[in-house]
């Protein structure tokens, strides 16, 4: 089992910044990418950024260039930097883990954060 608390949100306005951190704990050796979605009202869960055990990173389209995950493994921490917010951004960000273990892979979701952009 993996245990994932997510922490950072709040509102701020178009064009600031924000950084949520989200902290594993648990079977945390069997953990090959960790990551973060968003849900925003009547819409899917969508993927805004993951990074592998490697360092690799993928972003979603509308976030590249203006996100930044980065992970501190010392700490199992994974941190999402936020930069030049704007309105659609707007949503609850949940942190994910993938955890590979007996040729399965198994999906850990935190609580979720709330992010609100706006004046």
Known sequence: QVQLVESGGGLVQPGGSLRLSCAASGSILSIRAMGWYRQAPGKERE???????????????SVKGRFTISRDN???TVYLQMNSLKPEDTAVYYCNAVRL?????YNYWGQGTQVTVSS
Do not use: M, Q
């Open 47 to 61: 993927l805004v950024a993951t990074i592998t055990g490697t360092g690799s990173t993928n972003y979603g389209d």
């Open 74 to 76: 010392a700490k199992n």
């Open 101 to 105: 273990a007996f040729g399965f892979e």
